[in-house]
Nanobody, 121 residues
């Protein structure tokens, strides 16, 4: 059984930084794209950033220049470095990954349980 487990959320003042981590575990053959999403209260879940298996990245405009997504393929782990945090970044952050369980099979979509990030003075 595959699991994604996030860590690193918390309370931070405006302008501060946090680093989120997401570890994938289980019987994994390979991981294709990985990403981070967030959902603020009473809002829809939105894509924050994605990274392909070879390291190509993409960001929502509101976080460009402040957030950095990265991954360590050997550890089946992705990260989200968040700098210059703003109150509007407050949300539950979810990691996502397309995981292949067997060779020559399509990847499936997996989600973490979410970690709360609160930016407030």
């Amino acid at each position: 059984q595959v699991q994604l487990v996030e860590s690193g959320g918390g309370l931070v003042q405006p302008g501060g930084s946090l680093r989120l981590s997401c570890v994938a575990s289980g019987r994994i053959f390979s991981i294709n794209a990985m990403g981070w999403y967030r959902q603020a209260p009473e809002k829809e879940r939105e894509l924050v950033a994605t990274i392909t298996s070879v390291g190509s990245t993409n960001y929502v405009d509101s976080v460009k220049g402040r957030f950095t997504i990265s991954r360590d393929n050997a550890k089946n782990t992705e990260y989200l470095q968040m700098n210059s945090l703003k109150p509007e970044d407050t949300a539950v952050y979810y990691c996502n990954a397309e995981i292949v369980l067997r060779p020559w099979h399509q990847g499936g979509d997996y989600w973490g349980q979410g970690t709360q990030v609160t930016v407030s003075s």
